[in-house]
């Protein structure tokens, strides 16, 4: 059976891209179970799959400071300063 040389840019690019969408979906499942308890302690107490208990807690504190973060409102004053005015979708 012969080698597979990664050295080549179109197989290193292609394991990248494959690699960067599994981690996606699996990021997406962990979440997902993050998501559905209640509280944050029930949430700790039960890792998903075969995750340990200490990557379990780390991706807990993880998805609980990245998707508690808020997006700050559209700063009107801002916007009076730009140098054209917005018309997108108006008709």
């Not at 979440?31 to 208990?53: D, I, L, N």
């Not at 807690?57 to 998707?67: D, G, H, I, R």
Request: charged share 35%; aromatic share 18%.
């Amino acid at each position: 059976m012969d080698e597979v040389n990664f050295h080549i840019d179109d197989i290193s690019m292609y394991v990248d891209n494959l690699m960067e969408r599994n981690w996606k979906d699996y990021k997406y499942e962990l979440y997902q179970c993050f998501k559905g308890f209640k509280s944050t302690e029930e949430e700790r107490q039960y890792p998903y799959g075969h995750v340990t208990q200490e990557d379990w807690s780390w991706l807990c504190t993880f998805f609980e400071n990245k998707y508690s973060e808020k997006r700050p409102k559209k700063d009107p004053v801002s916007r009076a300063h730009l140098p054209y005015k917005h018309r997108a979708w108006l008709k």
